[in-house]
């Protein structure tokens, strides 16, 4: 019989937010629940009564860390309810704005979990083990976070973003700043990779993803969509937006102030590790190469943290490119794109974007300008069930290679931050 095993982590290090973890075995099951210990916070509630163009900015408020995906998610869901066609340039700039938060957000969480790669107890004891890298890598992220600021203003809960508009004024000069910025630091990070692979080194080598489902957003154009109409899944189902909830299904655990999603009653799993394999065709030769260099095993859930540094790679020569292509569109030195009449109409919208952490939805019905109903589904809160079938199987798979309740317990906590859970978007 086996030995039962009980082992609670109080708070898992390195995630955005509060979240405990239990595992506890008895015989040969395994059972693992991952618990957003925040206290609910009701968003989707205390807005309904609330003007439809002040509802994004208030929706930005979910999270700071990735408070830029649920402000444009949110106005693509208000666009489409209020039938609202914004101007091409700021389809741009919010793909623009979009992006730059995918690089920045995905580059930090990679130097928060390398520790688990490296041997590094903490981000501040790599710091001291690998200093010459862990200051170029800081110097990037500074330089990310400047793109920001030049394109869009304030990178938390930026102002700028609204309904139809897109109120900085741009100027050519910063965005040709910008498109030679980010091709520099594409380069630069490409360039890493070679310092990164000598550091690296795999996690739980073997161990397979127990349920390999993943959703993505089905690409409008051959290109890496930042928005999108439709749910595109593994196994070749496309679901229109507005169709979500008729294969996404939401349930609330007892042990977790959080909601779960599954997938025709399925787990199933989103972000990096999801994109790098749906989007391979769109990738450029340089990132495929790329995920053969860090030798990315899309098989193991470990490996979505190198999934999202080959994606940052990527989406940073990308940007350089859309940003380029906007200078030399725009005629003058300084260009507004300002709505200043937004329709008080009726309509229900649903708005898909890429978070970083994988696919969101924003789901709004409208009346007389009013928001009347609110559904928000995180990243997080789809891969919360995933989490657990996968700690589980990972349990099961360090016992039968004779790990130690110590042992179990760090790998436990490295998967769960290999997901890059944010709580506080778990708990909206």
């Known amino acids: 019989m086996a030995e039962a095993l009980k082992l609670k982590i109080e ?13 506890e075995r008895e015989r040969a099951t395994v059972r693992v629940d991952f618990g957003a210990a925040q206290d609910p916070r009701f968003f989707e509630r205390f807005l309904k009564g609330r003007p439809a163009t002040y509802v994004p900015h208030v929706m930005s408020r979910i999270c700071g860390v990735c408070s830029v995906v649920h402000l444009t998610c949110s106005i693509e869901a208000v666009e489409k309810a209020l039938g609202i066609e914004p101007k091409p340039e700021v389809k741009v700039l919010r793909e623009l704005a979009k992006g730059f938060e995918n690089v920045q957000n995905n580059f930090v969480h990679v130097l928060m979990a390398l520790p688990d790669y490296t041997g590094d107890e903490n981000v501040v004891c790599f710091s001291k083990s690998h200093p010459h890298l862990f200051t170029r890598l800081m110097d990037i992220n500074k330089r990310i976070l400047e793109a920001y600021r030049r394109v869009c203003g304030r990178f938390i809960h930026t102002p700028s973003l609204s309904v139809a508009s897109h109120g900085k004024p741009i100027a050519k000069w910063e965005l040709e700043y910008v ?3 980010m091709a520099r630091v594409s380069k630069e990070l490409y360039d890493l990779a070679g310092d990164l692979a000598e550091i690296w080194n795999p996690i739980a080598q073997g161990f397979k993803d127990p349920a390999p489902t993943f959703c993505v957003l089905n690409p409008p154009r051959e290109e890496f969509p930042m928005f999108s109409d439709e749910l595109m899944f593994s196994d070749g ?8 909830g008729e294969v996404i299904e939401e349930h609330k655990p007892p042990y977790s102030n959080a909601k779960v999603a599954l997938y025709r009653g399925k787990p199933f799993y989103v972000g990096s590790r999801a994109r790098m394999q749906a989007y391979s065709e769109l990738l450029t030769a340089e990132a495929r190469d790329m995920i053969k260099f860090l030798d990315v095993d899309f098989s193991n859930p ?8 080959v994606e940052v790679v990527y989406l940073s020569d990308l940007l350089a490119e859309k940003a380029l292509e906007l200078a030399a569109r725009l005629r003058g030195g300084v260009a507004i794109f300002r709505e200043e009449k937004v329709p008080e109409a009726s309509g229900e919208g649903v708005g898909l974007a890429t978070a970083p952490r994988g696919v969101l939805i924003h789901h709004y019905r409208i009346r007389d300008g009013k928001l009347e109903y609110a559904n928000v589904i995180t990243p997080t809160v789809m891969n919360a069930r995933h989490i657990e079938v996968s700690g589980e199987s990972l349990v099961l798979w360090a016992l039968s290679k004779g790990a130690e309740k110590a042992r179990v317990k760090n790998l436990v906590a490295a998967l769960v931050r290999a997901y890059d859970p944010c709580l506080p978007c778990a708990v909206h």
Do not use: W
Request: aromatic share 10%; net charge positive; glycine share 6%.
């Open 11 to 23: 708070e898992v290090p390195a995630v955005a937010g509060k979240v405990n973890v239990s595992i």
């Open 179 to 181: 498109g030679k910025e």
């Open 237 to 244: 189902l496309v679901v229109r937006a507005e169709k979500y």
């Open 302 to 309: 470990f490996d979505n943290v190198k999934a999202q540094y």
